[in-house]
């Protein structure tokens, strides 16, 4: 932090400076069902997005970011918060920008804002949407503004849709704004009603493995995936009053599922729908302190998407049915889109060492590459250190 500050003061030459953060995030259950109208059950961890800023007295907006030093400071006016290649990633927070002056916000003088992100890059943890919140935050301390943190999060994902382009749920920027300390968030994403849940797993403990493959084709696979669930629905329609996969329930889609002709399409609504099952079972499971019916829920979610969904890849693959072996494994998964990136296991904490240790060893000896490991802490939402 102090390293930050003085980085800041050397750059902007202004030392009353604020500091702000915003988390990544893991999903334990409930893949590629928030778009589709389903559950879904992620946390905020402790790794994340710092935003270190002061107001400057004319409209210059410069941005800098300790994780790229070679793009240097990034500078535009609040006159022109149009998307510009050129300008990288600066543009999410100048998305932010823009959308909350859209939306109302009084936004009327410039910034200086230093950047320093610990997720992983690439690595499917929302750092993107940590970006996000990070500057809604910013934006709401610097101003003194008062933005009800749903529709920060809302802005978060019209950023991504609209001025990124990137057409995703509401999982992530509402895991990473609405995020508490020790707690899951259950999230009915066809309605925005949610409800933590404590994640108290005594003598065990979440560990992400990171593959270390970037999420290549993430994006176009993404939003092929998503035009074959709204094709489901279009099939599906014909016979039953729907508006999303989420409104099913696993015995009316097995009485429906003979209408959808193509058996891929089919394959994609059946994973939608039984996802969202387990994601509603995982959460009573974990109620109940049943953490094997949680596993089991997990690995169920794993295979689906494997299988059905076909989102995860060798690498992924690779690193869960590595972890499925070890002794002390309680339930491994991907997370988050998929197709490279990460996935998370619930390891006995005793056997964390023995886990990380074979599972590395398996997956570098087939995949050719190290893989990287962390244990999670669940941490709080989008803030003002
Ligand atoms: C990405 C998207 C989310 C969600 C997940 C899959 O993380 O940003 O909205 O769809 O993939 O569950």
Redesign the pocket.
């Known amino acids: 932090m102090e390293q930050l500050k003085s980085i800041f003061t050397k750059k902007f030459h202004q030392s009353n400076v604020r500091m702000f953060f915003a988390p990544g995030r893991i999903?334990l259950i409930g893949?590629?069902?928030?778009?589709n109208g389903g559950y879904?059950f992620p946390c905020a961890i402790t790794f994340g997005t710092y935003a270190l800023a002061a107001k400057r007295e004319d409209k210059q907006i410069n941005m800098y970011s300790e994780n790229f030093p070679d793009k240097g400071v990034i500078t535009f006016s609040l006159d022109d918060l149009n998307y510009k290649v050129e300008d990288d990633w600066v543009n999410y927070p100048k998305g932010m920008i823009r959308y909350l002056i859209e939306a109302g916000y009084p936004i009327d003088n410039g910034m200086d804002v230093l950047f320093y992100g610990n997720i992983p890059n690439g690595a499917?943890l929302?750092s993107s949407a940590s970006i996000e919140l990070v500057t809604g935050v910013m934006l709401e301390g610097l101003f003194g503004l008062t933005i009800q943190r749903v529709e920060m999060v809302r802005i978060g994902q019209k950023v991504e849709n609209e001025f990124i382009g990137v057409n995703?749920?509401?999982?992530?920027q509402f895991a990473i704004g609405m995020g508490k300390e020790g707690k899951a968030i259950l999230l009915d994403c066809n309605t925005l009603e949610y409800e933590y849940a404590p994640i108290e797993l005594e003598n065990h403990r979440i560990i992400i493995m990171n593959t270390n493959k970037r999420r290549e084709l993430a994006d176009s696979k993404?939003n092929e995936r998503r035009t074959e669930c709204e094709l489901a629905v279009k099939e599906l329609k014909n016979f039953k009053k729907i508006n999303s996969l989420g409104e099913l329930t696993v015995a009316q889609f097995e009485k429906l599922q003979g209408q959808i002709p193509n058996e891929v399409i089919r394959r994609r609504a059946k994973h939608a729908v039984y996802e969202n099952e387990r994601t509603k079972l995982a959460k009573t499971a974990l109620e109940h302190h049943d953490l094997a019916t949680f596993g089991k829920l997990m690995n169920e979610s794993h295979i689906s998407l494997r299988d059905d969904y076909e989102v995860t890849g060798k690498e992924l693959d690779t690193i869960v049915e590595a972890a499925w072996q070890q002794e002390g494994t309680v339930g491994a998964r991907m997370t988050?889109?998929g197709f490279g990136g990460c996935a998370i296991a619930i390891v006995e904490t005793d056997k964390v060492n023995d886990f990380i240790k074979n599972v590395g060893k398996m997956y570098e000896e087939k995949i050719g590459y190290k893989a990287d490991f962390y244990s999670v802490t669940i941490g709080d939402g989008a803030k003002e250190l």
Do not use: F, R
Request: avoid cysteine; aromatic fraction near 12%; charge should be negative.
């Open positions: 999903n893949e590629h069902t928030d778009y879904v499917g929302s995703s749920g509401i999982m992530d993404y988050g889109a």
